[in-house]
Each structure stands twice: as structure tokens, then as C-alpha cells.
């Protein structure tokens, strides 16, 4: 079952909850004291309200009509893309010690494990950024059959290109507009 609620009210409406001390939106105080009167047990820091709000690690504003990451969390989001999305550098020395060639590259390459976690953290921001999910075509492949959390799994350059391009649009999205028109005739 599903314990979580959510509704709206008009800002200034709000009403005394005795349990808690404190003024809470009408409406929520409504539900509350039927709650008590059913038994039906709540706790106190589950009753938010305002704007914005944070549901499950994401800013929700409720008056602009908007979903959004919140700024640090968007910044280290930006950040492992970069990381996922930098290009191979020139390699120094080979393991033999020979020097390699000019156009040789030392390839980006990340643990199974960071790339399960960079997949976890991805579809995460999907609930902010739907429409960047087109960056991970190229990268699930890259995981098939792969058990080991600590082996190399080596990124390629779709992989690279397709990050590049989720970072540029995060960078450029200010969230999610749940409703851009907000008065009507």
C-alpha cells in the first residue's frame, strides 16, 4: 500500500493542529484528525508543506508549476557527465616503458560497479530531464554480461558524444514545466 498523500490548498489557508503545536494547511489538518479518529497512526516530519518541496530528492514548485534538481545535486550530476564524456588523453609511456605512437590515446575506462551506479543515478534524473533518456542507448550494451564490480568496462565515443549531449541540455534546462501557461482568459 501506499502511505503518502498529497494535495493542494490556498496559500494563508491554514488551521491549529493541536498534536503537532503548530498551523498546518486546512485541508491537511482535516485529513489529520480523521486519521486520529480512525486510529490510523502519522508522524510529524512527513507533514510538509510549501513551496517548493522535496520529494524524493527532487525540488517540486507547486506554484511555478516545476520539477527540478536541486542545485548541488544538479552540479555533481554535471560533473559525472563530464567525467563520462572527456575524451581519451594522450598517453605518456606504455607499460613496456616504449613510447607510443603519436595518435595513441589512454581510453577512459570505469569499474562495473561505477557504471551500475552511473546508470542508477541517470534514470534518477530522468524524473527531471524525461526527455535526456536517448543518452543511454549506447551504454546498457556496454553492460551486458558483465558480472565482475571491479572489472574495466572501457567507454567508447558514442558513449562519450551521448553524455556530451545530456550535460549540454542539463546545462541549458532550468527543469521540468509541468504547466507554462499559468492565467487564463
Not at 95 to 115: C, E, I, Q, Y
Not at 122 to 127: G, Q, R, T
Request: aromatic share 10%; glycine share 4%; net charge positive.
Amino acid at each position: 500500500y501506499v502511505d503518502d498523500l498529497s494535495g493542494c490548498d490556498l496559500a494563508g489557508n491554514i488551521t491549529f493542529y493541536p498534536p503537532y503545536d503548530k498551523y498546518l494547511p486546512h485541508h491537511q489538518v482535516m485529513l489529520l484528525n480523521l486519521w486520529d479518529s480512525l486510529g490510523i497512526p502519522h508522524k510529524e516530519k512527513k507533514q510538509v508543506f510549501g513551496s517548493p518541496l522535496m520529494v524524493i530528492g527532487i525540488s517540486v514548485n507547486p506554484n511555478a508549476m516545476t520539477l527540478m534538481l536541486p542545485s548541488e545535486a544538479r552540479e555533481r550530476l554535471l560533473e559525472e557527465l563530464s567525467a563520462w564524456s572527456t575524451e581519451p588523453r594522450k598517453s605518456e609511456n606504455l607499460d613496456d616503458g616504449s613510447t607510443p605512437s603519436k595518435n595513441s590515446k589512454k581510453p577512459v575506462h570505469f569499474k562495473l560497479r561505477h557504471w551500475q551506479k552511473m546508470s542508477g543515478w541517470s534514470n534518477y534524473s530522468f524524473n527531471v530531464y524525461p526527455l535526456l533518456k536517448a543518452c543511454l542507448n549506447n551504454f546498457y550494451p556496454k553492460l551486458a554480461g558483465k558480472l565482475k564490480p571491479d572489472q574495466c568496462i572501457y567507454t567508447n565515443m558514442s558513449i562519450r558524444a551521448d553524455f556530451h549531449w545530456a550535460k549540454a541540455h542539463i546545462e541549458a534546462s532550468n527543469g521540468v514545466h509541468v504547466l507554462k501557461l499559468r492565467a487564463w482568459d
